[in-house]
Every structure is written in structure tokens, then in C-alpha cells.
């Protein structure tokens, strides 16, 4: 179940993004997700990735980042959450820490 993309655009703000990096995370979320909150990889070596930005475990235990308490696969397909969890990654790590960045301009 895909989020309209304005909705998006008003979850994202909720959770800090700044107003300058919105279209990009937009982006990151549709490559990642297809903007749907419940896609999971569970092919992920990384205990399965979450979510609209398809946070993954490895943030948890290696990523050099506190992402929360721990990753919550259940909080994680919330999109609220899911973006807060990406915007601490992005604050650490910029957009290298999705591989899909490379094909957003």
C-alpha cells in the first residue's frame, strides 16, 4: 500500500527532515520502497530491511550510528518512525548510505 506522495512529504517534515533535502528523501524512499511503509526484504543479510527507506539491522550493530533503542522491525514499517530512523542515518552518513543514491541527480 503505497503513501500519496503529498502525506509523504508531510511525514517527513514530522519527523526533522530539512525542507531543502525533501525531494531527494522522496526519491531515496520511492527507490527503496515504492513509498509503501510495509516492504520488507527479508533477503537482507542484515536481519531483513524495513520500511520506506529499508532501514536494516546492520545500522544497529555496525553502522557507527544510534538509530534508537535498537531497531524495531515493527516500528520500522512505520512510516513516522522509518523516517526518523533514516534521518539519523542521513545526519551520520549522507545519501552513500543508500545505494540507490546513485541514481538520484
Do not use: C, H
Request: hydrophobic share 40%; aromatic share 14%; no cysteine.
Amino acid at each position: 500500500m503505497k503513501i500519496a506522495e503529498p502525506r509523504l512529504r508531510e511525514v517527513l517534515r514530522a519527523a526533522g527532515w530539512p525542507e531543502r533535502e525533501l525531494n531527494r528523501a522522496l526519491e531515496i524512499a520511492y527507490l527503496e520502497s515504492r513509498w509503501n511503509p510495509r516492504a520488507i526484504n527479508k533477503k537482507d543479510p542484515s536481519g531483513g530491511s524495513y520500511g520506506l527507506f529499508q532501514i536494516n539491522g546492520w545500522w544497529k550493530y555496525y553502522g557507527d550510528i544510534e538509530i534508537g533503542e535498537a531497531l524495531d522491525s515493527t516500528l520500522a514499517l512505520r512510516p513516522l518512525y522509518n523516517a526518523r530512523y533514516a534521518l539519523r542515518i542521513w545526519r551520520k552518513r549522507g545519501w552513500k548510505a543508500w545505494s540507490t543514491a546513485r541514481y538520484v541527480a
